[in-house]
C-alpha cells in the first residue's frame, strides 16, 4: 500500500472500504442469505443496524490507523486487546484469512458446477492454482483489480435488484411464512447483523488501519469515507436481500443463488453476472492467501513460497466442503469471535479520546 505523505480522497477511502468488505460471499448472495433473507422482514431492520455499524465502526478503524500512524493491522488489534487478547484476535484474523481462502476455492467449485455444467474439483483446482501463482509471482496489482471490479458489482446487483422487483414483487406475507420453516445460522436477527458485521470487520481491519494514516491530520476524509462506504456496503446488501426474497423459495437450495436471480432474466446476464463472481473469487482468494502467508512467514524467505503452495493445497481440500456450509459455519464462528474485537474497538476508541496517549506500537511490548 502507498505509504506517501499525499492524503487519500474521500471516494478513495469509501471505494477501498466497500472492496475491502465486498468478497465473493457478497457478490454470490449466500452470506446475505445466510444472515439477512433468511429473517424475511426481519433481515431488513438487520441490514439497517449493519449499516450504521460499518459506519461507526469503519470509522474508528480508520480514525485510530491515522492517530497511531499503523503500519499494519497489529497496532490496532493490541490496542483494541491489549497484549493477550491482542494475541488472541490476531490468530482469529490469521486463521480466517486461510478461511476465506477455503471459501473461495469452494465458491469458484460452485460456480463452474451450477453455471457451467463442469465439475466441482475443476473449479476449486483451477482457482487455487491460479491464486497460488498470483501470489508466487506478487500481487501489487490487487487492489486495482479490486477497485475496477467493485462498481461493476454494485451497479449489477442494484440492477437485478430493480428488475426483480418490477418483475415480480416480493410479498412479505409469503416471505415470513418461508423465513419461518427455515432455520439460519444466527437465531436472532439483531445477533445475526452484529455477527456479520464482526466477521467482515475481522479481514476488514488489515486494510482500513494501515489505510486511516494516509488522511494526515483530515480526519474529516476519514468521517466521510466511512459513511459513504457504510452506506454504499449496506445499499448493495439491500439490494440483494431484495433480489433473494422475490425468488427464495426457489433459489435458496443453490450454493450461488445469485445466479439463479439472473437466469431469470437473460442468459447473457447470468454468464455477465458469474464473470463477476468469479473475478470477485480470484481478488478475495489473492489477498487472503498472501494476507495469511505474510502473517505466518516472512514474504521474503524461502519458506514463503512453500507456505503459498501447502495453503494452497490444503484450502482445495478443505473447499470440498462444499461454499455454502463454510459460509454457514466458518462466517458464523469467526463473526462471534470478532465481537471481541469490536467490543475492544469501541472502548479503546474512546479511552483514546478521552485520555490522549502516545501511539502505541507493537514493539514495545516484543521488546523490538
Known amino acids: 500500500m502507498n505509504t506517501t505523505k499525499k492524503e487519500i480522497s474521500i471516494f478513495k477511502v469509501a471505494a477501498a472500504y466497500i472492496g ?22 426481519g433481515g431488513i431492520f438487520a441490514l439497517l443496524v449493519s449499516t450504521f455499524m460499518f459506519v461507526f465502526f469503519g470509522y474508528i478503524i480508520l480514525d485510530l490507523g491515522r492517530r497511531f500512524k499503523a503500519k499494519s493491522h497489529l497496532e490496532i488489534i493490541r490496542h483494541a486487546g491489549g497484549r493477550y487478547l491482542g494475541q488472541i484476535i490476531d490468530a482469529v484474523i490469521t486463521f480466517f484469512l486461510f478461511g476465506a481462502l477455503t471459501a473461495m476455492t469452494a465458491g469458484s467449485g460452485a460456480i463452474f458446477a451450477e453455471q457451467f455444467g463442469l465439475p466441482y474439483f475443476l473449479g476449486s483446482l483451477l482457482m487455487a492454482l491460479v491464486t497460488v501463482f498470483t501470489v508466487l509471482l506478487g500481487i501489487h496489482g490487487v487492489l486495482s483489480a479490486i477497485s475496477f471490479v467493485v462498481p461493476f458489482l454494485l451497479i449489477s446487483v442494484l440492477g437485478l435488484a430493480i428488475a426483480s422487483l418490477l418483475t415480480n414483487p416480493a410479498s412479505i406475507t409469503s416471505m415470513n411464512q418461508w423465513a419461518a ?51 454504499g456496503l449496506g445499499l448493495g446488501a439491500l439490494a440483494i436481500n431484495l433480489s433473494l426474497m422475490t425468488f427464495s423459495p426457489t433459489i435458496s437450495g443453490f450454493e450461488i443463488p445469485m445466479i439463479q436471480v439472473a437466469a431469470r432474466f437473460s442468459p447473457y446476464v447470468q454468464t455477465a453476472y458469474s464473470l463477476i463472481l468469479l473475478a470477485e473469487v480470484y481478488t478475495t482468494a489473492v489477498g487472503s492467501l498472501y494476507g ?12 514463503f513460497r512453500w507456505l503459498v503452495i ?46 490522549p496517549q502516545p501511539a502505541y506500537r507493537p514493539e514495545q511490548e516484543d521488546g523490538k
Do not use: C, D, H
Not at 292 to 303: D, L, Q, W, Y
Open 20 to 41: 475491502t468488505i465486498v468478497g465473493a460471499g457478497f457478490a454470490s448472495g449466500q452470506e446475505v442469505m445466510q444472515f439477512f433473507t433468511f429473517f424475511g422482514a
Open 181 to 231: 420453516a427455515t432455520k439460519p445460522p444466527v437465531p436472532l436477527w439483531p445477533l445475526s447483523a452484529i455477527v456479520y458485521v464482526s466477521y467482515n470487520l475481522v479481514l476488514g481491519v488489515a486494510v482500513l488501519g494501515p489505510m486511516g494514516k494516509l488522511a494526515g491530520n483530515n480526519p474529516n476524509t476519514l468521517k466521510k469515507g466511512a459513511l459513504y462506504g457504510g452506506i
Open 292 to 303: 495469511f502467508s505474510a502473517r505466518v512467514s516472512n514474504p521474503e524467505g524461502k519458506r
Open 310 to 355: 501447502g495453503a494452497g493445497i490444503v484450502s482445495l481440500a478443505a473447499g470440498q466442503l462444499g461454499f455454502s456450509n463454510l459460509v454457514r459455519v466458518l462466517y458464523s464462528a469467526v463473526g462471534y469471535a470478532g465481537i471481541l474485537m469490536l467490543a475492544g474497538l469501541t472502548y479503546g476508541y474512546f479511552r483514546e479520546r478521552l485520555v
